[in-house]
Structures are given as C-alpha cells and as structure tokens.
C-alpha cells in the first residue's frame, strides 16, 4: 500500500492452469498453488469500497500455545 499498490487473490486459476501454465513456461511436473493480481487500485470502484460485517477473530480462532 506504501507504494500506491494493491492485491487481490485470483481464485479461479484452477480452471486455467493449463493455459497459464503454458503461457508462463511452467513445467508440466509444477502445479500452481496460487496467484496474486498486483497493480493499482481505483478507490472510486464500488468493488473497491464493499465492506462485508465480519465476526471477531476471536470467535473462529482458538490460540494454542
């Protein structure tokens, strides 16, 4: 975010991985495990401002140790 950069995980990679794998002269014997978009965010897309209610942490979290 310092940099003006922002991320979003790419879920959909699974049911393309033979192109990109292609595209990116990946080995046949490598899978991709995931993926990660990385560029420059528009703070005016409504898809940018969504905001869902989220429980705490501490309700789905158990810390051990």
């Known amino acids: 975010h310092a ?3 922002g991320t979003c995980p790419i ?3 699974h049911a393309f991985h033979d ?6 002269n990946i080995p046949d014997k490598k899978e991709i495990a995931a993926s990660m978009a990385v560029g420059h965010p528009d ?6 401002r969504a905001r869902s209610e989220r429980v705490p942490v501490s309700d789905i979290v158990k810390w051990r140790g």
């Open 19 to 24: 192109e990109i794998k292609e595209n990116l």
């Open 3 to 5: 940099m003006g950069l």
């Open 43 to 48: 703070p005016e897309a409504s898809v940018n």
């Open 11 to 13: 879920g959909i990679i």
